[in-house]
């Protein structure tokens, strides 16, 4: 779009939301792995509650995420990129961006349909929306297992992409994400 506003590097709303999600999908994903291979018991129960909390979070901040973006711009794609560089790190990061709000959706529906509201840090919760359909929870369970999966292996590609970026490129691509440095230095 002509008017959309294009900054040189992320705004620090954007940086903020950035780096507080990517913690946040840090834990998730190993702490979705280890409840679903544990032994059930208290633990499980508080790292099934911890998963969904922060999940819940994660949806909060994608919202963020596009209010900051409209408010304040992105930075236009680095130059330096081939074409199929670009389309590869725009698909990368559509499909991030899709996964950070269908993930949580699709937790708190599945939840529902296992028959349980979900706790947000014991501070409130989120009703239960759907009456019990086990059979139903298995399927949106396994599609949320699978997206899990496909969400690790588009990270793990998105962070190669910044390292490759940084040590190999050279051409400034993190830094448009890094925090701003202070006056005097370098
Ligand atoms: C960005 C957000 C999220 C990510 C990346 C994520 C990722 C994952 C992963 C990787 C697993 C393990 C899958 C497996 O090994 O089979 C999992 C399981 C699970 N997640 Fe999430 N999750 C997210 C948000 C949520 C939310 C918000 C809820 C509920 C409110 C939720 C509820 C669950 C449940 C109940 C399971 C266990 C499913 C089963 O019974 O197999 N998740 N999640």
Redesign the pocket.
Known sequence: MSDQIRPPVYSSASKWIHWLTALC?LM??PG??L???MEEGPLQDQI?DL??SF??V?FILAVTRVAARKAFGTPAPVEALTPLERRASVAVHHSLLTL?FV??IL??V??SFYGDG?SVFGLFTLPQMFAKKEPVYDVL?AI??WL??L?AALILSHFGGAIMHTFIKRDGVLQRMLPAPRKGQV
């Open positions: 999908v998730i994903i979705g792995i409840m679903t291979h099934y998963h969904r999940g819940v994660v950070i993930m949580p937790g708190v599945m939840t979900v369970a949320h297992g899990g999966y969400m």
